[in-house]
Nanobody, 123 residues
């Protein structure tokens, strides 16, 4: 019903920046809380950042605080993840996700997932 398409991943070096984008279909984008998850080989998928439907509330996993910023432009049905000071440990497939509310941005409560975009950070 809702399609999420990520873009912006790539191969960068330690200290570089990337901005991921997630474009969503539909007219009710602002009703969804959005999140970014990532999954590295051999590791479970983890929540990186989440943002409320209006964009007024955000939070981040500790490992990216101060480096990553999640934002959204509801007029464009798009959520972003600005990633600065990238480290090799940030290497993963990054997934955009939508949930019914901010508190439901959890792996098992996600309504829609994007296909993922690869971020690789070399040293």
């Amino acid at each position: 019903q809702v399609q999420l398409v990520e873009s912006g991943g790539g191969l960068v070096q330690t200290g570089d920046s990337l901005r991921l984008s997630c474009a969503a279909s539909g007219r009710t984008f602002d009703r969804y809380a959005m999140g970014w998850f990532r999954q590295a080989p051999g590791k479970e998928r983890e929540l990186v950042a989440r943002i409320s439907g209006t964009g007024q509330v955000t939070d981040y996993t500790d490992s990216v605080k101060g480096r990553f910023t999640i934002s959204r432009d509801n007029a464009k049905n798009t959520v972003y993840l600005q990633m600065n000071s990238l480290k090799p440990v940030d290497t993963a497939v990054y997934y955009c996700a939508a949930a019914a509310s901010y508190l439901l941005i959890q792996t098992d409560k996600i309504l829609y997932w994007g296909q993922g975009t690869q971020v690789t950070v070399s040293s």
